[in-house]
């Protein structure tokens, strides 16, 4: 379902910085294979547990989508593919942030999110004017897909049917 979000505080404008964040844990993704996921759920747990309590209580208040039904505890590879952004345009390194990870998905986002190497942060930037209280969405997918295929590709992974301005049009 839909996670907490985040809301404009202020009216923000076009082109404006909304937020900027280090990532909580930061990853890379191996090849896939058997054993895969366990493999990925002690790597992270071993970087949670570097953490400190803070940061490893506000990880996991964040959503996990793939939680099992069966018994209803988070993993922490669960958390990760359910909030993890990509360190760059075509990167197989992840961060989960403990506050851009809350931005819930629109197919009409009002921000955008970049990773800026250089500075080693996330950053997100107003798309349009954004009015106080609005909420504030990035997109988890590619848009120019056709809207079943985007819905498609949120409902797998993410456990939502998209209800964006875009998808309820049809």
């Not at 309590?53 to 018994?71: G, H, I, V």
């Not at 809207?147 to 993410?158: I, M, N, T, V």
Request: include cysteine.
């Amino acid at each position: 379902g839909k996670g907490a979000g985040a809301f404009a505080a202020r009216a923000i404008r076009r082109g404006e910085r909304v937020w900027a964040e280090e990532p909580a844990v930061a990853f890379a993704l191996p090849r896939m294979g058997p054993g895969f996921s366990d493999a990925a759920e002690a790597y992270l747990q071993g970087l949670l547990g570097v953490a400190d309590e803070e940061t490893q209580r506000r990880f996991w208040q964040l959503e996990d989508s793939f939680t099992s039904s069966a018994d209803g505890r988070k993993t922490a590879w669960g958390v990760a593919r359910t909030n993890a952004l990509p360190l760059g345009a075509d990167a197989m390194d992840f961060g989960v942030f403990l506050v851009a990870s809350r931005f819930n998905h629109s197919c009409v986002p009002n921000v955008q999110h970049t990773w800026q190497d250089e500075e080693g942060l996330e950053v997100i930037y107003a798309n349009r004017d954004i009015e106080l209280g609005e909420e504030l969405c990035i997109t988890y997918i590619e848009l120019y897909l056709a809207r079943e295929e985007r819905r498609a590709q949120l409902s797998g992974p993410f456990g939502f049917e998209c209800a964006c301005a875009a998808c309820a049009l049809a």
